[in-house]
């Protein structure tokens, strides 16, 4: 009969049973001093699965305009997400959910099924809270809501390129809503709940903290002049049947962009159908060759050096010039074989300019043009902003300096160019551009002669009133200066023009009395007969800068006077209040 082996080795046994009875005891004492000396760790245990912390949403910060006008505002919403793992026990309770979001049953289903392993997917987002608490009325298992905000545009594709828009998780995705990200969204607080092993509420225990909003950012536009030069450039485009368009105000003092349209546009609360093309801010994306807006710049510089005064002659007979194998021409025919440099930016002479620029030289026109603005960024800090390009040659020679003194060979955005002439509006000083409402007016740096700059003022206004100039431009009541342009189109990704293909400028500012307000105007690619700037985008300019004007309550500075005897005779009008 065999012994059993534990009796060979009772030693062994011992040890064995020792150990058990140690373990034993240690988890009795461990159990006593959990439950009746440190129970702390015990409930803090419990607390950390069913403790939670939920965030509480803060909405972004207020977009006005100058004037308070809300451009962008955020309103609660409710997100309805669920937990696909926790529905599968109540299928039947499917096609109600789906009923009540407006969907499809089928797909509905389909979608859970396939995500029968996840805990977490968004049903919709972005109802109202009342559409989200009849969802959540129905008390279906694993429906779960957050409330979020949704931002909204009360000015819709009025401002679209200016404020651009967010993105669903609320962050700036263009305009100043993504430049100025980090001073208007908000910063989410927390809260502390108690929540079932099932994610259900139990109790809410304390806010732990405090959501903060973001900050009010009110821009240097004027809704009311934002919606006069919506209104006249979707006009102009569809009259002139053109391709697209910019339009810039801009106040000569302060530096503030009081408008900034283009056209074609989108409206920001309804991207479903919104078309990428239609996203972009030409006024500060769009590059292009000013063509003869650039001569006031170059006939500063002409100025500038001494050698050169307004009545001084320049022969421009036949109307061309040859350069080797270039030929510069005049487009159309000037008022004598001789012209002023008055009547060289009235005729809109390239003959003219380019002899005026061979004796200036192509370095002080570089350095006009530079002092400017031109080949630089705005400052303004706007996404996709383009510099364009201002050519600086290690030697000047006679086809390069007569091209960039009538506009050709250098291109600018429509931003820099109002910047341009608000530079001569404002007497040669130079203000930096703001697209947010500035306080008082900021220091300014004298970059063209005061004298230069206030000579060149009437020339232009000459431009618009003499018996040759682009009178379309003139503003009834006012006095305005001004200048029109019209470029051919470079061929996209090879050398040369395209056939038929222009761009119709206006450059201009006023009142004359004292220049406050420079307007800019592009016209892409006119197709209804004329593609002049004097013909396209000259009537634009005289509209809006009346609008302008007169919203703004400048007084006018060019009334006809009335004859006595009728003045004796006329009943004075009433009197009636204007708008700010």
């Not at 996709?384 to 390009?389: A, D, L």
């Amino acid at each position: 009969m065999m012994k059993l082996e534990g009796a060979l080795y009772p030693w062994r046994f011992r040890i064995v049973l020792g150990l058990l009875g140690v373990m034993v005891l240690a988890i009795s004492a461990q159990i006593v001093n959990l439950q009746l000396i440190d129970h702390d760790f015990l409930k803090g245990q419990g607390d950390a699965r069913s403790l939670r912390h939920i965030p509480i949403p803060a909405h972004r910060g207020l977009v006005t305009d100058r004037n308070g006008e809300p451009l962008a505002v955020s309103t609660p919403v409710s997100t309805l997400w669920a937990n696909p793992k926790e529905m599968q026990g109540d299928k039947n309770r499917w096609p109600d959910l789906a009923r009540a979001l407006g969907q499809n049953p089928a797909q509905l289903s389909e979608r859970l099924e396939a995500n029968a392993g996840k805990e977490f997917i968004y049903l919709v987002r972005g109802l109202t809270p009342e559409q989200g608490q009849s969802v959540m009325d129905l008390k279906i298992p694993g429906v779960y809501s957050i409330e979020e905000f949704r931002r909204f545009y009360p000015a819709g594709d009025t401002t679209a390129h200016m404020v651009g828009f967010t993105d669903l998780d609320d962050h700036g995705r263009e305009g100043v809503e993504l430049a100025y990200e980090d001073w208007l969204a908000g910063v989410p607080g927390r809260r502390q709940v108690i929540k079932d092993r099932r994610g259900h509420l139990i109790r809410d225990v304390q806010v732990t903290k405090n959501a903060k909003a973001g900050k009010t950012l009110a821009l240097s536009i004027d809704l009311r002049l934002q919606y006069l030069a919506t209104r006249e450039l979707r006009k102009a485009i569809q009259e002139n049947q053109a391709k697209a368009g910019s339009l810039v105000i801009m106040d000569v003092k302060s530096g503030e962009v009081l408008a900034m349209v283009n056209m074609p546009t989108y409206n920001p609360n309804n991207r479903r159908t919104m078309v990428p093309a239609a996203m972009r801010n030409r006024a500060i994306i769009d590059v292009f060759e000013p063509g003869s807006t650039m001569k006031p710049l170059s006939m500063s510089a002409a100025l500038e050096t001494g050698r050169w005064k307004p009545s001084d002659k320049v022969e421009v007979y036949p109307g061309s010039l040859q350069l080797g194998r270039y030929t510069i021409k005049d487009v159309s025919k000037t008022e004598g074989p001789v012209l002023d440099l008055t009547g060289i930016l009235i005729n809109s002479s390239n003959v003219g300019m380019s002899k005026v620029a061979f004796d200036v030289g192509g370095e002080n026109i570089y350095r006009v043009m530079a002092a400017v603005g031109l080949g630089q960024y705005s400052g303004l800090g706007f996404p996709g902003e383009r510099v364009g390009n201002l050519p600086n040659h290690r030697e000047w020679h006679k086809a390069e300096t007569a091209t960039l003194s009538y506009g050709y060979g250098l291109s600018v955005t429509a931003l820099q160019l109002v910047h341009a002439y608000a530079t001569l509006a404002n007497h040669g000083r130079l203000v930096p551009l703001s697209i947010l409402k500035v306080d008082k007016d900021p220091a300014s740096t004298q970059v063209i002669p005061e004298k230069v700059a206030d000579t060149i003022q009437g020339m232009l206004q000459q431009v618009i009133e003499a018996p040759r100039g682009v009178y379309r431009a003139q503003v009834p009541g006012y006095h305005v200066a001004g200048k029109s342009g019209t470029a051919r189109k470079a061929t996209v990704g090879s050398r040369g023009y395209t056939e038929n293909a222009y761009r119709s400028l206006f450059a201009g500012f006023g009142p004359m009395s004292d220049p406050r307000y420079a307007i800019v105007i592009v016209i892409d690619e006119p197709s209804a007969g004329g593609y002049f700037g004097g013909l396209v985008s000259a009537p634009v300019f005289s509209k809006v800068m009346s609008g302008t004007l007169r919203l703004m309550n400048v007084p006018p500075d060019n009334l006809q006077p009335v004859p006595p005897q009728q003045a004796v005779n006329t009943p004075a009008p009433a009197a009636k209040g204007g708008r700010g």
